[in-house]
């Protein structure tokens, strides 16, 4: 087998998952819904399944697919996507990072990642034979440090990595932290590949600011996102790709050669979800903000440190106190011994970091209150 594939391992994500269903344990690793997602989804779904829909779709997207996902995002973002031009529909935003990485680098090519980072970039960055340079967002706070984002600046990166809001850490990018971003991938004619996909779950009074909105900044940045979270279907594997005519002219042909496209009937019963009224997305918020308190005042009884997340839906746990030496085995144990099974925090970092655990919070209320009451025998 190639070498490349020496320099990473299987997911430490996909892996608790399968660890966590070996022990009957409450899987709050990998980060998915345990609920199912609306109504009128599943309807649109059986009449998917009745119609004519399934032979390949449009190889970059299904025309009604591709206009209501531009109509959501201008109705949103208030930029004027154009879905012929700027849209590049792809199995999931795991597929669009890829697609997205091997469109901006060449081999041997540098890549700015934010450690922790969620861990596909990493191998994304090997696959398409592009060379990560780390810049740490520290915690507790996850803030960066400007000089070493300059520095690393310095070294000529063809193309900046930002997850926003971030995956595992829960941090929010400021306008302000943007902006300094956007200057320098100005300055360096440097490409910005964001992360986007929990753009809708921001609690308050954090505001998600898309990068592409960006003053000057939609020719260089190359958006990726997806359906899975915001409509909680992530087992439909629908993402796309959004960026300048340019770059998507290139995009498409990365793409088509990969998997030729997404599921055609399952665009199409998408639509249904990007129709959905801006009280949609209110309600979504609702749920993970009650979500979010209820599992994180359970923590906050085990005595156990945390960061509050200002997005998405994971919290990186500190769990010195317990110790163990390694994560890892601290992972595995919890899984054995208290039932609930997280992600070892060292998957996430590029820095040795053995002190963390993530746990995500996309689950029933009775299945939080379940992990949260198995929690409390940590302390
Ligand atoms: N984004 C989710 C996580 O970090 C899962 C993604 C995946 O497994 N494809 O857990």
Redesign the pocket.
């Known amino acids: 087998p190639a070498t490349r594939l020496k320099s990473f391992s299987e997911?430490v994500?996909?892996g608790m998952?399968r660890l966590a269903n070996q022990y009957g344990s409450i899987n709050l690793?990998?980060?998915?819904p345990d609920f199912n997602p609306p109504q009128e989804l599943l309807a649109a779904l059986h009449r998917a399944a009745d119609g004519m829909n399934h032979q390949y779709a449009v190889t970059w997207g299904a025309p009604r697919f591709r206009q209501a996902l531009a109509k959501k995002i201008t109705r949103f973002s208030g930029l004027p996507v154009d879905p012929d031009k700027h849209l590049v529909v792809t199995c999931?935003s795991?597929e669009a990072m890829m697609v997205a990485m091997m469109t901006a680098c060449n081999p041997g090519d540098k890549v700015i990642v934010f450690s922790p980072f969620?861990?596909?970039y990493a191998a994304d960055a090997i696959l398409s034979g592009a060379e990560p340079i780390f810049v740490p967002l520290s915690p507790p706070e996850f803030k960066y440090d400007s000089e070493a984002l300059r520095k690393a600046f310095e070294q000529k990166p063809k193309a900046i990595i930002i997850c926003n809001p971030s995956?595992?850490s829960g941090k929010v990018f400021t306008r302000e932290e943007l902006m300094e971003i956007a200057t320098l991938a100005e300055k360096h004619d440097t490409f910005v590949i964001t992360d986007e996909?929990y753009e809708h779950i921001v609690y308050a009074p954090h505001k998600h600011v898309s990068f592409a909105t960006l003053p000057g900044m939609f020719e260089r940045t190359i958006t990726c996102n997806s359906l899975?979270?915001t409509y909680s279907i992530?087992g439909w594997r629908l993402g796309y790709v959004m960026a300048s005519a340019e770059v998507i002219a290139q995009a498409r042909k990365v793409h088509d050669f990969l998997t030729v496209g997404a599921a055609a009937p399952l665009q199409e019963a998408a639509v249904v979800g990007l129709e959905f009224p801006d009280s949609y997305y209110e309600g979504l918020l609702k749920e993970y903000s009650l979500k979010r308190d209820l599992f994180l005042d359970y923590i906050a009884k085990t005595g156990l440190p945390y960061t509050e997340p200002q997005g998405a839906y994971?919290v990186l746990v500190d769990i010195s106190s317990l110790g163990f030496a390694r994560d890892t085995e601290a992972a595995e144990w919890m899984t054995r011994e208290i039932g609930v099974t997280g992600?070892p925090g060292s998957s996430f970092f590029r820095e040795p970091v053995n002190h963390l655990i993530?746990f995500?919070f996309a689950k029933q209320e009775e299945t939080l209150r379940a992990a949260g009451e198995r929690l409390l025998k940590l302390t």
Not at 29 to 32: D, E, H, K, L, R
Request: overall charge positive.
């Open positions: 997911s994500i996909r998952t690793a990998q980060g998915f999931g795991t969620y861990e596909n995956n595992p996909v899975s979270k992530t994971y992600v993530r995500h």
